[in-house]
């Protein structure tokens, strides 16, 4: 067994890792911790005239690179067991530059027909309408149906580890396998389940994309997105969407996300832990109408959670109470402790309660979703105590 080294992610564990990844001693000053870096442009070599300027990768102008952001990006490929990863300035913006960079005019896409509202909008509207790029929105849980959407166009089938909202699961592994027959690639939106949790380029995802304002970041004062994958396909991106369009991840928000990053597998421990026991409480309560949680043995897909989600099923649930919708706002406002906001993976439990017809495509969710909405509860780092508390007082005035 090699001895273990804090530069080389094979021999050491996860949280070793998360501490140490993408981080050398600056060369002119020493601290063991990369400094933020805020400068645009950095000192040419003596000989300039070979310099590419729309190279990417070099330390000459920040939109090219800087040096705060190559840190990062070394430390997110290790953790998905990547080649490369490129950061961006949002996960919307890793999202685009993805699609930008490997779709062309009359490319057809699979895409799960439960996404990211973000997603759904670049595929249904957006792609068609400016860029001629065709998508068929499939339930993607039901490998038949990802089949028979297969066109000899298809370059991209496009799912979310698990969905946003309903929690659905995908099969990375034998999607992966349907997209190579049919010569097209598989991006994973891994969002909901970040390593340690869970590594889809192992099951034979070819992209792996995070919005990094969430679990990686952590602390809900950063934006930002990755994508990971090959280096082929990430120099690619790197110069299409990054050096070309433009969309950089600032200095500062990669030195934040950098700094978030290091407790990231102390961080899951807890949220899962909290998120299965808060779930648990919530289905045995005879005022909740349902709970998606693939922790949970009633999840259609646990069983597949179980086997493919080796860190644990993630620290996001959706549920609804038995009431009208009415009920449901009294619920919200009654939370003292659980903040009523958008997003997730922050140090705090957030909700939102989404209402049938406000997200896009969300005809498409279970019937279950469509009575008086759902309640989306994204858990954080509080006490589980305080938590279930919290939701058992606003249940009683619901």
């Known amino acids: 067994m090699a001895a273990p080294d804090k530069r080389d992610p094979s021999t050491v564990g996860e949280r070793t890792w998360a501490v140490h990844g993408g981080n050398d001693p600056h060369a002119t000053t020493g601290p063991i911790r990369t400094p933020l870096v805020l400068a645009n442009s950095y000192h040419l070599p003596e000989d300039a005239s070979q310099v590419s300027w729309s190279a990417a990768g070099g330390l000459f102008y920040a939109r090219n690179g800087h040096a705060n952001q190559h840190v990062l990006e070394a430390k997110l490929a290790a953790l998905d067991g990547g080649e490369a990863s490129v950061v961006f300035a949002t996960g919307v913006a890793a999202l685009h530059a993805l699609f930008f960079t490997h779709l062309r005019s009359g490319d057809h896409v699979v895409v799960s027909s439960v996404t990211y509202e973000a997603v759904w909008r670049l595929f249904a509207e957006l792609l068609p309408r400016r860029y001629g790029i065709e998508a068929s929105f499939v339930d993607v849980t039901d490998l038949d149906a990802v089949r028979g959407a297969l066109r000899p166009t298809t370059r991209l089938l496009h799912v979310e580890s698990i969905a946003n909202p309903t929690t659905a699961v995908a099969d990375v592994a034998a999607l992966a396998e349907v997209a190579h027959g049919a010569g097209a690639l598989l991006s994973v939106d891994s969002t909901f389940t970040p390593p340690p949790l869970y590594r889809p380029l192992a099951d034979g995802a070819d992209v792996v994309v995070h919005s990094l304002t969430k679990f990686i970041n952590g602390h809900g004062d950063a934006m930002g997105g990755v994508v990971t994958g ?90 609804a109470l038995t009431g009208d919708s009415a009920a449901h706002t009294r619920f919200v406002n009654a939370l003292k402790v659980i903040t009523p906001a958008v997003s997730l993976g922050h140090d705090e439990t957030l909700i939102v309660h989404a209402g049938p017809g406000t997200r896009g495509g969300d005809e498409n969710y279970p019937e279950h979703f469509h009575r008086a909405g759902h309640l989306r509860l994204a858990v954080g780092l509080e006490d589980t105590d305080d938590l279930v508390d919290d939701l058992a007082a606003a249940l009683d005035t619901a």
């Open 230 to 319: 090959s280096r082929a396909l990430l120099d690619q991106v790197r110069a299409d969407a990054l050096v070309d369009v433009g969309g950089v991840l600032s200095p500062f928000n990669a030195w934040l996300i950098t700094r978030g990053s290091v407790t990231l597998p102390l961080r899951l421990r807890a949220q899962v832990a909290s998120a299965q026991r808060i779930a648990e409480f919530l289905e045995q309560d005879p005022r909740v109408a349902f709970v998606a949680y693939p922790g949970l043995p009633s999840h259609p897909q646990h069983e597949l959670a179980r086997r493919q989600f080796t860190g644990g099923f993630g620290a996001v649930l959706t549920f």
